[in-house]
Structures are given as C-alpha cells and as structure tokens.
C-alpha cells in the first residue's frame, strides 16, 4: 500500500492556492510516497486548467519524485448533482467531465466524485427527497461514465456525510446494477464512523469495488464535524481496516485526507500512517 496524503491537508490546500510542484515538495519532504491532488471551480488546479498547463503540471511533479496518481474534488458541497434545481444538477455534471478530462490531461488514474447531497452539515441548506436523490445521482454517474470511458479515467464514488448510501449492500447494488469496469468505489474509513457503521465490515462487503481509499479518524463521542482528529487519536479501528484492506487484495495509495493544515499535521500523519500501516488484527 502506498502511503498518500491529501493536498487538502497542505497549507493553502483547501483554498488550491499552492502550486502543485511545491505541494509534491512538501508531501515528500514529510516522508509520503504520493500526493493526491484536489481540483475546484477556480485555484491553481480547476475546471479550466489547460492541456499544456496540465502536462506542464505533471512535468513539474515528477521532477519532484513522487507518486500522483489520483485526483479529488469536493465541487459537489457547492453544486450539487442532485439538486431539486436541473440548471445546477447540468453545472455540476459539466464541471465533473471537465474534471476528469483534467484527470486525463494529468496522466492520473481516478477521480473522487460525491454523487450528491441529500442531507449534510456540510451544506446544511440542502434537502431533497432521498429517492429522487438516488434516481438523479444514477444518471449523472452514467453520464459522467461516458466521460471516464472516453478519456480513460476511472469514477469513483466516495461514501461521504452526504445522506446517500447509509448501507454498504446499498452502495455495492448501485455500483454493481451499471456493469461498468470504470466505476468503484472510493472508500473512506473515517466518514463511516459518523453515520455508517463499521467499517471493516464495509470493507468485506464492498470488497474489490473499493479502488482507492481515504482514511482519518473520528472521535464517535462527539458525533459532529468536530470529532474529526488526528490519526489515533479517535475511534477508527485502524488494524482491523488494515487486514480488511489486505484480505480484499487492496494495495494502492492509502491518501490521509486531515482537514484543516497546521503547524506539524503533516509529520504527525506521516508517523501515524507508518504505525498504521505495520498493523495486523491482533493489533485490534
């Protein structure tokens, strides 16, 4: 597995103010194997980012030495696909194709897409009708599929605290009923906790649907956005995880995604990540 951090968790991450050769730097410099860049609707790396800027991009990281092999974007928070309002579910499909279009540009493999928003504190003003939210959350997968497919990228969905797929057999179902190679599933060990239930558990069901995975951690006595946490420092049962991840066969980038940055989080995850990584069951 390859050890991975967000460049949201770098300073000027979530504003994508930071040039992406000098957030490799900085990734490496801590001691992560990869990088896994984010994309917005404006920023160093957005919707409207060139070819040439792309490839110049990617030049400028390599140089760097280190793995960049997916890319995320949160665009959803603000433009949700499965709006009640069909001119922003249109806005939304139209800024995840060029996404990953950006992501093929980049030489990247994947893109984390949040299929939509039924309910979340994320974006408390949303609340749409959950099966409507299923019905259009599957027709912009199958749009933006036809994306992935032309340009080579895969799209995966990330379960995340946006009131969709509450249960892994649900999520497995709606990934299984397109039959397409270029969907999976993006999974995060962090955001279960809050909602879901455990994630080990997720992992066996879901199994090789998963393709690329986010970890954090969470304190469950808090219940809200604030119990997000360094890595050990909450409830994630982070050795039982890693012999789920391990008895599916997973070995890509594991991607700590710790939002907000500050002083010191990158070499505390660094070192977390190391001790999670070399964990086993009778660890739990």
């Known amino acids: 597995m390859i050890k991975t951090i967000s460049m949201w968790s770098l300073p000027g991450g979530l504003e994508n103010t930071l040039p992406a050769d000098e957030a490799a ?16 609707s404006s920023g160093v790396l957005n919707t409207g980012t060139s070819k040439a800027e792309c490839h110049a991009m990617r030049a400028a990281i390599d140089a760097c030495g280190i793995k960049v092999e997916t890319l995320a974007s949160g665009m959803s928070w603000g433009v949700n696909p499965t709006s009640d309002d069909p001119e922003i ?19 990247l493999e994947a893109l984390l897409f949040v299929p939509g928003v039924v309910q979340s504190p994320i974006c408390p003003d949303e609340n749409v009708r959950y099966d409507l939210a299923f019905e259009r959350a599957s027709h912009v997968v199958g749009r933006l599929l036809e994306v992935a497919e032309k340009v080579g990228v895969d799209l995966l969905l990330e379960n995340v605290w946006n009131g969709l797929f509450y249960s892994p057999i649900e999520f497995a179902v709606f990934i299984d009923s397109f039959r397409n190679d270029r969907l999976g599933i993006y999974f995060d060990a962090g955001n279960v906790l809050g909602y879901h239930q455990d994630p080990a558990h997720w992992i066996e069901i879901l199994g090789n649907r998963i393709r690329r995975v986010h970890i954090k951690d969470f ?8 119990g997000f946490c360094d890595l050990l420092e909450g409830d994630v049962p982070f050795a039982r995880v890693m012999q789920a991840l391990r008895e599916i066969g997973y070995e890509k980038t ?13 070499e505390r995850t660094n070192a977390a990540m190391d001790r999670i990584f070399q964990m086993t069951e009778s660890d739990s």
Not at 219 to 226: A, I, Q, V
Not at 254 to 266: H, K
């Open 219 to 226: 304190k469950k006595s808090m219940g809200t956005l604030e």
């Open 254 to 266: 594991i991607v700590a995604e710790m939002i907000p940055w500050n002083e010191g989080l990158l």
């Open 89 to 107: 579910r249109e806005q939304a499909f139209e800024l995840h194709a060029a996404a990953l279009e950006r992501a093929s540009w980049l030489g």
């Open 25 to 40: 730097a900085m990734a490496k410099s801590a001691g992560f194997e990869a990088l896994e860049l984010c994309i917005g």
